[in-house]
């Protein structure tokens, strides 16, 4: 690992989290906030009613208030995924307090520490980490890192609205090749309130700081250097319940930044809306139109455009075993340069989460996004199958496996990419407090562009020390 100040101040950090939290002696009686780190089990009594968050709503990333994903997260594209949340509307339900009985969750699940309205969740994770092509690049050169991770989650216990977020710090140094340090920052932050019995707004906020992946197919078209990447979003949503329709306004504005190519800055500015009609308390069919701009710091650029969404489709939620939403539709990108004609395409996008009993939980989702790229390309037009599995062989251990597949259309210039991913976990909860954890990783691109295709393997063994 690296010699630097920043590490000790982030291992500083989370010793001091871990003292704080035994010096309070205030320890939280509900759940913690769901995420990676839950077990199957949780997950599935939330679908079944037992939590006081909604196991319906999920969705696929958009655009709308939630950080865009980074160069590395869409390992080498800088494509906008797709743009409108597929997840149902969710008016306001009756006011509840966010206690849950902590006999639902057993003698593994994190406590997290109280103070004062908040339910904080620290967590420090350290990481060894072999790698056959760090950079996931044609010529392949292997690493061994070193990773400090730590992690921040909190939640607010009020009666009535309610606010939460999640900080991170990756610091990665390498023992082989000899580089500079990596370090990660992200920041998202949630806030819903309760403007009556039938309305909600959600505000939404984020921001990513990393440095850009070496084999990014719009930073290889621009010449460009490497780059710090910073992405910068905010979204507002107003859901409200009018008798049997469910109604949806959304906007929201998303920023890129390289530091070291200011020509490939650019902004995304986002408008949409949603009308459901509620069929049954199960079975909502619905109509989804969405408008963005995208428009570069320095113009007039010829990835300056327009991109018009419209869906039709329909979420089932409540099921006592499964959820989802099911859409199709067209998608249009237009662009301002003259002479530059518009592309579109028909798409299906769906999203669904089967729990057939408390062991197991199984994701699938399918996304569509169209949108402009620096390539000699006019579009890139990308489709991304996922499946995931978690299957818990105990209370204390959990196997879990994920899968992802993408084709990459770049239309104009007959390129065509298959990228996909494939992992294996595991999470060996020692106690309450400590967690061993592995992870295996496969990533490969194929394409029809010489000089592209890669394949990679990483390695990743960890201890994670929660409260």
Same mark, same amino acid.
């Given at each position: 690992?690296?010699? @630097?100040? +920043?590490?000790?101040?982030?291992?500083?950090?989370?010793?001091?989290?871990?003292?704080?939290?035994?010096?309070?002696? %205030?320890?939280?009686?509900?759940?913690?906030?769901?995420?990676?780190?839950?077990?199957?089990?949780?997950?599935?009594? $939330?679908?079944?009613?037992?939590?006081?968050?909604? @196991?319906?709503?999920?969705?696929?990333?958009?655009?709308?208030?939630?950080?865009?994903?980074?160069?590395?997260?869409? /390992?080498?594209?800088?494509?906008?995924?797709?743009?409108?949340?597929?997840?149902?509307?969710?008016?306001?339900?009756?006011?509840?307090?966010?206690?849950?009985?902590?006999?639902?969750? @057993?003698?593994?699940?994190?406590?997290?520490?109280?103070?004062?309205?908040? /339910?904080?969740?620290?967590? #420090?994770?350290? &990481?060894?980490?072999?790698?056959?092509?760090?950079?996931?690049?044609?010529?392949?050169?292997?690493?061994?890192?070193?990773?400090?991770?730590?992690?921040?989650?909190?939640?607010?216990? &009020?009666?009535?609205? $309610?606010?939460?977020?999640?900080?991170?710090?990756?610091? %990665?140094?390498?023992?082989?090749?000899?580089?500079?340090?990596?370090?990660?920052?992200?920041?998202?932050?949630?806030?819903?309130?309760?403007?009556?019995?039938?309305?909600?707004?959600?505000?939404?906020?984020?921001?990513? !700081?990393?440095?850009?992946?070496?084999?990014?197919?719009?930073?290889?078209?621009?010449?460009? %250097?490497?780059?710090? $990447?910073?992405?910068?979003?905010?979204?507002?949503?107003?859901?409200?319940?009018?008798?049997?329709?469910?109604?949806?306004?959304?906007?929201? +504005?998303?920023?890129?930044?390289?530091?070291?190519?200011?020509?490939?800055?650019?902004? +995304?500015?986002?408008?949409?809306?949603?009308?459901?009609?509620?069929?049954?308390?199960?079975?909502?069919?619905?109509?989804?139109?969405?408008?963005?701009?995208?428009?570069?710091?320095?113009?007039?650029?010829?990835?300056?455009?327009?991109?018009?969404?419209?869906?039709?489709?329909?979420?089932?939620?409540?099921?006592?075993?499964?959820?989802?939403?099911?859409?199709?539709?067209? !998608?249009?990108?237009?662009?301002?340069?003259?002479?530059?004609?518009?592309?579109?395409?028909?798409?299906?996008?769906?999203?669904?989460?089967?729990?057939?009993?408390?062991? &197991?939980?199984?994701?699938?989702?399918?996304?569509?996004?169209?949108?402009?790229?620096?390539?000699?390309?006019?579009?890139?037009?990308?489709?991304?199958?996922?499946?995931?599995?978690?299957?818990?062989?105990?209370?204390?251990? %959990?196997?879990?496996?994920? #899968?992802?597949?993408?084709?990459?259309?770049?239309?104009?210039?007959?390129?065509?990419?298959?990228?996909?991913?494939?992992?294996?976990?595991?999470?060996?909860?020692?106690?309450?407090?400590?967690?061993?954890?592995?992870?295996?990783?496969? /990533?490969?691109?194929?394409?029809?562009?010489?000089?592209?295709?890669?394949?990679?393997?990483?390695?990743?063994?960890?201890?994670?020390?929660?409260?």
């Amino acid at each position: 690992m690296a010699n @630097g100040s +920043l590490p000790l101040m982030v291992l500083g950090l989370g010793c001091g989290l871990c003292v704080v939290g035994a010096a309070a002696q %205030t320890y939280r009686s509900s759940a913690p906030l769901p995420d990676a780190q839950d077990s199957v089990w949780s997950r599935h009594m $939330q679908l079944r009613g037992l939590s006081d968050e909604d @196991g319906s709503d999920f969705g696929l990333a958009d655009d709308v208030g939630q950080p865009a994903p980074t160069a590395r997260q869409l /390992d080498d594209l800088t494509v906008v995924p797709p743009s409108y949340p597929v997840q149902s509307v969710q008016p306001a339900g009756p006011i509840q307090s966010n206690a849950r009985s902590a006999e639902i969750f @057993g003698p593994y699940e994190a406590t997290g520490l109280s103070v004062g309205s908040f /339910d904080l969740y620290p967590s #420090l994770t350290f &990481w060894a980490r072999a790698d056959d092509n760090v950079d996931n690049s044609r010529s392949a050169q292997s690493s061994r890192s070193g990773r400090i991770e730590g992690d921040v989650r909190f939640q607010s216990n &009020w009666s009535r609205h $309610q606010l939460s977020g999640r900080a991170n710090v990756n610091i %990665t140094g390498y023992q082989s090749p000899k580089r500079q340090p990596d370090h990660d920052y992200a920041f998202e932050g949630d806030l819903r309130l309760d403007l009556g019995a039938v309305t909600t707004l959600s505000l939404r906020s984020g921001l990513d !700081i990393e440095r850009e992946a070496a084999n990014s197919v719009e930073l290889r078209a621009s010449s460009g %250097t490497r780059s710090i $990447q910073t992405v910068l979003s905010g979204g507002a949503q107003l859901d409200h319940q009018a008798g049997l329709f469910e109604l949806q306004l959304r906007g929201g +504005l998303t920023g890129e930044t390289f530091d070291q190519d200011k020509s490939r800055d650019f902004q +995304l500015f986002t408008l949409g809306g949603r009308v459901g009609y509620r069929y049954t308390d199960q079975v909502v069919p619905f109509v989804d139109v969405e408008m963005s701009r995208r428009s570069f710091d320095q113009g007039p650029n010829a990835q300056d455009g327009d991109r018009l969404r419209g869906a039709i489709g329909v979420s089932v939620r409540n099921r006592e075993k499964w959820s989802g939403d099911f859409s199709v539709g067209q !998608i249009v990108w237009k662009p301002d340069q003259a002479g530059q004609t518009s592309d579109r395409g028909f798409y299906a996008d769906a999203n669904l989460i089967w729990s057939p009993n408390a062991l &197991w939980q199984i994701t699938a989702g399918l996304e569509t996004s169209l949108s402009s790229t620096s390539t000699a390309a006019s579009s890139v037009f990308s489709h991304q199958f996922t499946l995931g599995a978690d299957y818990e062989v105990r209370r204390n251990l %959990t196997l879990g496996a994920d #899968l992802s597949v993408t084709r990459q259309a770049y239309k104009g210039i007959g390129r065509k990419d298959w990228v996909s991913r494939a992992g294996l976990d595991a999470q060996y909860r020692l106690s309450r407090n400590a967690q061993l954890v592995g992870r295996y990783q496969h /990533d490969r691109r194929s394409s029809t562009a010489p000089g592209e295709d890669f394949t990679s393997n990483l390695f990743e063994l960890g201890v994670r020390f929660q409260k």
